[in-house]
């Protein structure tokens, strides 16, 4: 897990260890505190549980793991509740 509310050293440890341990197979990231600035090329696929107003957002978060040295298909997906506030955002995202 990788959130705003983490330490520095707490934030590194977490980096290092999806970098370094092929059994984890999970990583939560935020995506105000890890949307930029992050390499988790380990990881192939991204799913966005709170859709942004900001499709830029979005963007930059899913290119955390779609970035030179990734060796693997990407998968991105994005999950929206029917007659929800987010099918208002993504509505607005489409029409930007």
Known sequence: MYHGNMAEDERRF???EIR???ELRVFIVS??????????????????TEPWW???LEDQAFC???RP??????????LVV???AEVNVVQT???K
Do not use: M, W
């Open 14 to 16: 977490a980096l290092h």
């Open 20 to 22: 370094t341990n092929p």
């Open 31 to 48: 995506i105000k505190a890890g949307g930029t600035g992050l390499d988790i090329t380990p990881c192939n696929h991204a799913i966005i």
């Open 54 to 56: 900001n499709p830029y």
């Open 64 to 66: 955390r793991i779609y």
């Open 69 to 78: 040295g990734q060796t693997r298909p990407v998968f991105v997906y994005k």
């Open 82 to 84: 029917e007659d929800s």
């Open 93 to 95: 995202q489409d029409e």
